[in-house]
């Protein structure tokens, strides 16, 4: 049996005759190592792709998604409104009413009254569509002091003062007729027995004739506000808006708003009855 012929080095191919194999092409096991790797990271890509355009960013909604988007959607509870049956448009609801409205002719002892807000309330003719109840047509009241509750508007010497109740002829010119005001047909006017009108001249209540003129008329208008005290009233000048009558020295004068519990309580009155 002959002896088995040792390979000869492959790096000396011409020394010994030997030849390499030439029908194998050389580096095959490389190139299906990179092919795969090149399949493997198409594959990843596409996977990569196809996870990002999954993400909740995707602006067309899945379909349970768009279910859930619309108020009508099966398994969901809707409350419409219901139409009117008339066919009458749903009623508003009414704003209350402003703090700063002419408050009523308040009844003896009176009604009850809300705390008067901190800045004082402006005159309503600057409150276009505003409901201001009316003054009753003829009224007799008396005015009665909150602080000094024994005396009353009394008419002496032409001017206005707070004094206490005396004899007959002191009632009278202690009584007044309410009547709308002249100037502004929701607010008041005080009219005197015997014809005249109680207005402020140099910021001083005094007892006057009407002389037909429209600042007369703007004088002897004052519009009722609600004050702190229950019952009670504040009388704010319609052509000085933010100026109310005060007794100062008990004597009645028109001063702008103070924001102190002395000029509340001097600016507070109570209309009564007549004590004529």
């Not at 006057?208 to 704010?236: I, N, W």
């Amino acid at each position: 049996m002959p002896k088995s012929k040792s390979r000869p080095p492959q790096h000396q191919p011409w020394e010994s005759g030997w030849s390499p194999d030439a029908t194998r092409v050389p580096g095959t096991r490389r190139l299906w190592l990179a092919g795969a790797l090149a399949i493997a990271t198409v594959a990843a890509c596409v996977t990569a792709i196809t996870v990002t355009e999954q993400q909740p960013g995707d602006p067309s909604p899945k379909k349970d998604q768009a279910g859930a988007a619309v108020p009508s959607g099966p398994g969901l509870i809707s409350y419409p409104t219901p139409a009117p049956s008339d066919g009458s448009p749903p009623a508003t609801k009414r704003s209350s009413p402003s703090a700063r409205t002419t408050t009523s002719a308040p009844e003896p002892q009176g009604s009850a009254s809300v705390t008067r807000p901190a800045d004082p309330p402006k005159s309503p003719s600057t409150q276009p569509g505003s409901a201001n109840p009316k003054p009753p047509a003829t009224t007799w009241r008396s005015v009665r002091s909150v602080n000094y509750p024994d005396r009353y508007w009394h008419v002496s010497g032409g001017a206005v003062r707070l004094d206490p109740v005396r004899g007959s002829e002191s009632r009278e010119d202690s009584t007044f007729k309410l009547v709308k005001g002249l100037a502004d047909s929701s607010c008041y006017s005080f009219a005197t027995a015997d014809g005249g009108y109680l207005r402020h001249r140099q910021f001083v209540l005094r007892a006057e004739h009407d002389d037909g003129s429209a600042l007369f008329e703007q004088d002897a208008t004052f519009c009722a506000r609600t004050a702190s005290s229950p019952g009670a009233v504040m009388l704010e000048s319609v052509n000085y808006p933010g100026r109310f009558l005060r007794h100062e020295n008990f004597q009645l004068r028109l001063q702008p708003y103070q924001h102190s519990g002395l000029y509340q309580a001097d600016s507070s009155f109570r209309l009564v009855g007549g004590l004529a």
